[in-house]
Nanobody, 114 residues
Framework: QVQLVESGGGLVQTGGSLNLSCVAS????????MSWYRQTPGQQRKVVAT???????TYTDDVKGRFTISRDNEKNTMIMQMNSLKPEDTAVYYC????????WGQGTQVTVSS
């Protein structure tokens, strides 16, 4: 059974930084891409960044240059370093295993105050 557990969210001022972590269990981590999504009230969940099994990364334009995604296959962990945070980054952040799976974490709240 795959489980994903996020941590690292919190309240930060504009311009601040946070590190989000996603720890996976269940044995499928190293062979799958992993992604971070975020969701605001009343909106659909949207992908923010993806790292494939080989470590190649992609980002949406609104976070490119500010967020960095990485993975540690030995620890079954995915990290997203978020710098220069803006109020519009406020959302619940979720990690997802693979591109189309139903394996999601429970979410972690990120709030950026202006």
């Amino acid at each position: 059974q795959v489980q994903l557990v996020e941590s690292g969210g919190g309240l930060v001022q504009t311009g601040g930084s946070l590190n989000l972590s996603c720890v996976a269990s269940g044995g499928l981590f190293r062979v799958n891409a992993m992604s971070w999504y975020r969701q605001t009230p009343g909106q659909q969940r949207k992908v923010v960044a993806t790292i494939d099994a080989l470590g190649r990364t992609t980002y949406t334009d609104d976070v490119k240059g500010r967020f960095t995604i990485s993975r540690d296959n030995e620890k079954n962990t995915m990290i997203m370093q978020m710098n220069s945070l803006k109020p519009e980054d406020t959302a619940v952040y979720y990690c997802r295993l693979g591109y189309f799976s139903n394996y999601w974490g429970q979410g972690t709240q990120v709030t950026v105050s202006s």
